[in-house]
């Protein structure tokens, strides 16, 4: 996958740079973390463009449904999130990922665990069950402020044992800082109540 020039070269005239090594399947989730600032979806933006990889994020479907505007968030790889799906949002996207897996077709998609850029006490469950049962692997990825930089750190495979989980992933995420120190959510699963919400 060929990455853009343009984007390459404002990335590096902002001081940062991005350490991708390659996918492991034509289909996975990557956690992107932390997400403290508007300013990591630009951030992420260009990184995904300079990568050259066509990475998707969820998007609520009502943004796609504004005229051009709508247009221009499918074309940067917004992906609709079906809320009122009789399977669920994650359930659906499931189906969406084993579409992509008979096909042969590539689909990547990157979330943030969080789920908002304010500070939480922990992290949704998305991302884990929607890892979990499409059977995919899991990408994390730093985005760094620190460092200045996107580095994907490595895969994983999900156990189902949330705890262990959690574990490793804390353990590959130790050191990096958000662009807000202060409203970085701990790295471990919100309760149940607040998942919902």
């Not at 990455?3 to 740079?17: D, E, N, S, T």
């Not at 922990?122 to 049962?133: N, P």
């Not at 590959?172 to 607040?194: C, N, Q, S, T």
């Amino acid at each position: 996958m060929k990455g853009h020039i343009w984007a390459a070269w404002l990335l590096k005239l902002i001081g940062w740079r991005v350490d991708f090594q390659g996918l492991p399947t034509l289909q996975g989730v990557a956690i992107v973390y932390p997400h403290t600032s508007n300013w990591d979806f630009c951030t992420a933006m260009l990184c995904k463009w300079t990568m050259g990889l066509p990475l998707f994020f969820w998007c609520k479907d009502s943004l796609l449904k504004i005229p051009v505007f709508g247009s221009w968030v499918r074309w940067i790889g917004g992906v609709p999130i079906d809320r009122f799906s009789s399977s669920g949002v994650v359930g659906a996207m499931v189906e969406v990922f084993a579409e992509h897996q008979r096909a042969e077709k590539f689909f990547w998609l990157g979330l943030s665990p969080e789920g908002t850029r304010k500070r939480t006490e922990g992290w949704r469950s998305g991302f884990y069950q929607l890892a979990m049962g499409a059977n995919l692997p899991l990408a994390v990825v730093h985005l760094d402020y620190a460092k200045k930089q996107m580095k994907f750190e490595g895969f994983l495979k999900l156990s189902g044992d949330v705890e262990l989980d959690y574990a490793r992933i804390r353990k590959m995420y130790e050191g990096v800082e958000g662009f807000h120190k202060d409203k970085v959510a701990p790295i471990r699963p919100l309760p149940a109540r607040e998942n919902s919400q």
